[in-house]
C-alpha cells in the first residue's frame, strides 16, 4: 500500500508568494479533507525573507526542513528594488533557487500549458491559430548544457577586447533520463514527442538526436518527430495545436517555455514542477509558478493563485502519485473558471458573466470545488 502521509516544506517566498501559497495551502487542505491523505506542512522563510529572518537567502533551517521533506512547494523569490549592496551570488534567484535546484538534482523541469477553453480570449493568439486548443507540455532538462558545462572563462585579449566562453556538453545518460521523462509523460497524453535540436549546427544536436531516437524504439505506442529550435519558437506562434509533448535540452527549454507560456495568457495560470529522483513512492521535486514575485501587485490581494495551486496539483500527482486529488484539484479551477470567478490578470470587460475576485476568493471558490 502506499503512503499517505506526506511532509511538504511550504516555501512562500517574496512579493506575492506568501499570498498566493495561503491559497494553496487552503486547497491542499480540503484535498485532506476529501481524499483522506494527510500533509504536514511546514512553512519556512526563502528569498529576501529568508535574509531578514536569518541573514541568508535559503537559511540553514529551511535547507535541513526541505531535506526532510517529500516535497517542497515554492512560491517565488526575490525583490529587483531590494538593497542593491547585496552581491549576484547572494541574492535570492542564485542563492535560493538555483542551490536548491542543484543541490536536489531537480534534472526535469515540467511545464504544462494548456489554455483553458473558456479563456480563449486572454490568448494573444487569434482564434483561427489557436487552432483545436493549446496543450503543450514542455519537458526541459535541467541540470545540463550550456548552462552548466565547464569550462567557462572571460579572457582578455589584445586592444582592451575580451572573449567570454561557455562551453555546450550532454552525455548520453542525461540524454536518456530526460527522453524517458518525455515519453512517459507523452503516454498519459496524446501519445506524441517533438524533440527539439540543433542537429544541422552542433554535435550536441546531433547526439541529441540519436539518443532520442533510439530511446523512442522502447515507447512504439508515442509518435516521435525532431524539429530545430528555430522552426520550433516559429511552430508555436503559428499551429501551437500540433505540440503535445516538447522535449527539449535547457537552454532550448528555457527560450521555448516562456515563449509557449505567453500562449496562455497571464503567468498567473502556468505551474511548473522540477524533479529530481524518485524513492519508492515519492519522487522528491519542486513545485513553483512559472511567474516570480509580481512586486507591482504584491500585497493587494490581487494575483492570480492559480498558479500555485495548479503546482500543487503537481506536487500531487508526479512526488505522491495521487492522480485522483491532482485531477480533482485541476478539475476545481476548471469550474472556477467556466463559472466565471476572474482575478486581474484574466478578466476581460468583454465577458458579461465574469465576476471579478480578489486572491483570496479565488481560492475559497476552488477549495470549495474540491
Ligand atoms: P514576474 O513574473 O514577477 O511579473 C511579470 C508580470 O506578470 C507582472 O506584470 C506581474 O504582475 C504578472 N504576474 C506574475 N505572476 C502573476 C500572478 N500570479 N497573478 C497576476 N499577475 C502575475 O516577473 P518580473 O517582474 O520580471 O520579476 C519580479 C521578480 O521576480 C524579480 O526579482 C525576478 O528575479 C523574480 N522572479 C522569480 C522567479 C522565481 O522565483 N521562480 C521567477 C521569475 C522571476
Not at 519508492?280 to 509580481?294: H, R, Y
Request: hydrophobic share 45%; aromatic share 6%; net charge negative.
Amino acid at each position: 500500500m502506499s503512503k499517505q502521509s506526506y511532509t511538504i516544506a511550504a516555501l512562500a517566498g517574496d512579493g506575492i508568494g506568501p499570498e498566493v501559497m495561503r491559497e494553496a495551502l487552503k486547497v491542499l487542505r480540503a484535498v485532506e479533507a476529501r481524499f483522506g491523505v494527510s500533509f504536514e506542512i511546514v512553512e519556512a522563510p526563502v528569498g529576501w525573507a529568508g535574509i531578514d529572518a536569518a541573514g541568508q537567502a535559503l537559511p540553514d533551517a529551511t535547507f535541513e526542513l526541505c531535506r526532510r521533506s517529500d516535497a517542497i512547494l515554492f512560491g517565488s523569490v526575490g525583490l529587483p528594488d531590494r538593497d542593491a549592496s547585496v552581491p549576484k551570488q547572494e541574492r535570492p534567484e542564485r542563492a535560493a533557487l538555483l542551490r536548491l535546484r542543484k543541490q536536489f538534482r531537480l534534472y526535469a523541469n515540467l511545464r504544462p500549458v494548456k489554455l483553458l477553453k473558456d479563456l480563449a480570449h486572454v490568448c494573444p493568439l487569434k482564434p483561427e491559430r489557436q487552432g483545436t486548443g493549446i496543450d503543450i507540455l514542455v519537458v526541459r532538462e535541467l541540470t545540463g548544457g550550456v548552462y552548466f558545462t565547464n569550462p567557462k572563462w572571460t579572457e582578455e585579449l589584445d586592444g582592451g577586447h575580451h572573449r567570454a566562453v561557455d562551453t555546450m556538453g550532454y552525455s548520453t545518460p542525461e540524454i536518456q533520463r530526460i527522453a524517458h521523462v518525455a515519453f512517459q509523460n507523452a503516454r498519459l497524453r496524446r501519445h506524441k514527442v517533438t524533440s527539439i535540436d540543433k542537429a544541422n549546427v552542433l554535435e550536441n544536436g546531433v547526439l541529441w538526436r540519436q539518443v532520442v531516437t533510439e530511446c523512442a524504439k522502447g515507447y512504439p505506442d508515442v509518435a516521435l518527430d525532431h524539429m530545430f529550435v528555430d522552426n520550433a519558437a516559429m511552430q508555436l506562434m503559428l499551429k501551437p495545436s500540433q505540440f503535445d509533448v516538447l522535449l527539449c535540452e535547457n537552454m532550448f527549454g528555457d527560450i521555448l517555455s516562456d515563449e509557449a507560456a505567453a500562449l496562455a495568457g497571464s503567468l498567473g495560470m502556468l505551474p511548473s514542477a522540477s524533479l529530481g529522483a524518485s524513492n519508492g513512492d515519492v519522487t522528491f521535486g519542486l513545485f513553483e509558478p512559472a511567474g516570480g514575485t509580481a512586486p507591482d501587485i504584491a500585497g493587494q490581494n490581487l494575483a492570480n493563485p492559480i498558479a500555485q495551486i495548479f503546482s500543487a496539483a503537481l506536487m500531487l500527482r508526479y512526488s505522491f502519485g495521487l492522480t485522483a486529488a491532482a485531477a480533482a484539484v485541476e478539475d476545481a479551477v476548471v469550474k472556477a473558471i467556466a463559472a466565471g470567478f476572474r482575478t486581474g490578470d484574466i478578466f476581460s470587460p468583454t465577458e458579461p458573466a465574469a465576476k471579478r475576485v480578489g486572491t483570496s476568493e479565488m481560492g475559497d471558490v476552488i477549495a470549495a470545488g474540491v
